[in-house]
């Protein structure tokens, strides 16, 4: 079992910047990838990014290159994601995902996740 705990949502205007924080509890940190999706009202689940268990590895939804920064602190057994330049489009409730193994982090919208958190709201008004 792998717990997740996400923080950080909020409602901020277009341009600024947030940083959400998934805090993991259980099965070893280093074991798995992590990531985050995202569920705007009305629309359907659509996957942001992710990391490999070492930090290697990422991947990115095009709609988030270059304002998106996702990190893992194994210290804290945190993946942070820091999101610049928002735009109301972004608006929706995060998720914080988990998936094995470790090294695999070509995900999709419809991917199998072996673990969820319960999600954050992040709100960008125009």
């Known amino acids: 079992q792998v717990q997740l705990v996400e923080s950080g949502g909020g409602l901020v205007q277009a341009g600024g910047s947030l940083r959400l924080s998934c805090a993991a509890s259980?099965?070893?940190?280093?074991?798995?990838?992590m990531g985050w999706f995202r569920q705007a009202p009305g629309k359907e689940r659509e996957f942001v990014v992710a990391?490999?268990?070492?930090?290697?590895?990422?991947n990115y939804a095009d709609s988030v290159k270059g304002r998106f920064t996702i990190s893992r602190d194994h210290a804290k057994s945190t993946v942070y994601l820091q999101m610049d330049s928002l735009k109301p489009e972004d608006t929706a409730v995060y998720y914080c995902?988990?998936?094995?193994?470790?090294?695999?982090?070509?995900?999709?919208?419809?991917?199998?996740?072996?673990?969820w958190g319960k999600g954050t709201l992040v709100t960008v008004s125009s």
């Open positions: 995902a988990v998936r094995f193994p470790g090294h695999e982090v070509q995900w999709l919208a419809t991917t199998t996740m072996n673990y």
């Open positions: 259980g099965r070893p940190f280093s074991s798995y990838a």
């Open positions: 990391i490999s268990w070492n930090g290697g590895n990422t």
